[in-house]
């Protein structure tokens, strides 16, 4: 039987909960979603996350959180975020980091789905290689289940695409987040894994990859610090749609989400 | 009367250059294309250009060629290939540097297009602001033609984002390159410019942005150089398609191309 | 008649205020000092200048202040303190910036010195090209004085290195600051001009750079952000002492100066 | 009894190989050293090692050979090079590297001194933690010796620092190389380490970090690709002297070298 898993890219601060909250049941109906996942890492303020948006977001139907590097932002809140089961960051920050990186979700008819977050490190940090992570959580999520969904929230395209041929065959999906920019490279790749270098990003499309444009533009032409704030005008959820064989844990179909709201 | 533009994301290699020969006529037939424009940063082997595989893309049916980074790659080859009046690079290198960086190419019709080639910082090399060098191109740009086309090789989709934001209602088209990675942002912005972060590549796709999936691979989790050779699997042509109006210079539509050969 | 100046690299804090005011005077009589300027980027709590430390450091006897890239940390400090005719800040930001990138500060003895605050590219900001900026920069100041001192505040010893040679027999001495680690290079080119990579850092020696140790160490195993304090032990001064001719404004010596407080 | 350690920076190429022969007897006479080890990055021509160099390094009276991010310039001599017992690269490259990372060498007079190489990350590659991978290898060499060496290559003041203090009173010296400038911060930490930010290099002085001026400074005013060559003016040879207590492995001394041929 198939699973179909809803990603929803980069959610920016109030207006990405916004639209969150505005379309996903339509969208849960009309795809007939088993299981939602969210990359949080923006969601409280464009910076990080609370345990309040977490409960928002869990409220509107989430069923699990995946993040990247601003998951760290709103430092006295990260131990509490990361104490939920369901709330992850990437895996391959060092031992000692708070929280976990890869977690089981159990969709409503009963079907394990593990969820791995990874973090790039070109024009990133100096974390674990991502690569040899992978393959340690992979053997062990396959202990409990075929099906697996991987965040991988990186920079390069050339870093995404190696991981994806990397894990080709081995995970039900590899998505990519961090550039808050969709990309239309959505596919199945040879062995079976759904591949897609960016989801995207849900909030504010009448801004720089979710901040302000002005203050964007002015740090770029100044190369002085700039303060910025989330603008609101013209929300739109952007995510994509995996389904995958239970059995098998290959990818049956990978469709592009993209909503105006 | 509107002008319609065809502009092919970077063309890598033989196989990028076999896409484009196969597909070209089909598509100007199809979309009424009045002017084709390519990137041309990887056409040769991968690295830069040389002058045959210039002649052979202006042979194709190739108005004119825009480039990036790796245009200096073929060091020798740099002077004679950037004398072509049809051929530029980022106008935003510092003085000295050889060849131009717009041009003005002229459709079948008559109709002047400016083309401007900008190159990001972020992450990137240490050139000239992208954003006043834009200013100072287009005032003389608009001396000649109401329909500009700029190229933005970049990398950072902040910074191309910005720059599209910063440029809109002056140009017709702001075009991203350089990731390789076909976005699915296209749209036109609130003053009248089409935007889009990047076209994509044309050629082999069963690689890691145009270059050996192993080795690719092998770089990531190694560290190590490694000798890179372009694949010829899997060929497909990426590119967008740009409707201007001729009068204001503002875009009617814009739509992505992504070509499975 | 020689020219001598005494030039103390990135002041740290207020240990770093505190060892410019213990050692200052000693300083200036052992080495009949006639001009004194710091490198004041970290000398309000490690980060950025404030009035009241300008005002500090100039009751103390300092002459002019240099900075680099932390001068806009106190964001709304940045607009009185670059007012003062005698605090600059690297002179190849964009135009638009606060404040200035050069000044012409007079010795009691009634000899103008030419002072100019340039930043490195290399691992830093887009800024404007630091060579071409000097060429601009330095025939300016030439038309008052031919006794030119530059601070390069970069990263990369070849970048430094670089404008060294490129400004040898042009200016009086070019000496770099913002690694806060004294180097052992000072020597004079052959056209003439003193050149030492790093004047090093005055503040708390039981440190890294000037911040706390164990925070540091911590960021660096685990990629996290960490909250930096300033320590307070072992307190030292660095900087170094060119002593230039008047008339050619070519420099006569150059000596490192470090002192344990 | 005291061990006392001559350790070379980075030679780079023929001028740094003839210092090295010129200055080694006498400088090995003049501090009685017992053993010699050169970082030998740059030792073939700017880049990398080949077995030539690595003989002629031994024949001159070199003990043992550490490196950096340049060993692997020389691809086909990889193998052949990091074969030999005595020449090793730094530690914290990933699993399945040629060579090894640290190595037993023993002075004539029969005491065994551990040599570790390590590689920073700040601004050059994605390794293993320096620091975690310190902690495993200086645990293996301590089965043999409490006499050990540290070799770390790299870029950022405040990765050396740290690594420096975090090793402090586990290993006799942690020595910086890879800026190509001698630092004047050594000393002995307060846990018995000595340390220097960096030990310099060896080669022509007319130059940038030991290449050409002219390349360069053309290279940074052009951003284009240069073509660098081993200037051959001004040889000097840069390095530090250690003294070690053998019964402890704490430094009893640390003695920068600057030899002007
Ligand atoms: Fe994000
Ligand atoms: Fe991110
Ligand atoms: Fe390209
Ligand atoms: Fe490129
Ligand atoms: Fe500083
Ligand atoms: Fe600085
Ligand atoms: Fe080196
Ligand atoms: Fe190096």
Redesign the interface.
Known sequence: MPVKILFIGDIIGKPGRQALSRELDRLVDRHCIDLVIVNGENAAGGFGLTTETVKELFDIGVHGITSGNHI??K?EQVPMVLAHPHVIRPAN??D??AGRGSMILTTPGGVKVGVLNLEG???M?????P??VADREIESLRQETAVIFVDFHA?????K??LG??LDGRVSAVIGTH???????ERIL?QGTAYM??A?MTGSF????GIG?EE??RK??????V?FEVPKKDIRLNGVVVEVDEATGNALAIE?I?VTC
């Open positions: 760290w932002d430092k920050y060092p000692g980091a490190r070109i024009y940090k100096n974390l674990e290689c690569f040899r920079e390069a395209t050339s870093e695409s190696a041929w990397y550039t808050h920019v969709q990309t239309a490279d040879t270098s960016d995207g009448d801004s720089v990859i444009k964007a533009i770029f032409m100044t190369q002085l610090p303060k592009r993209a």
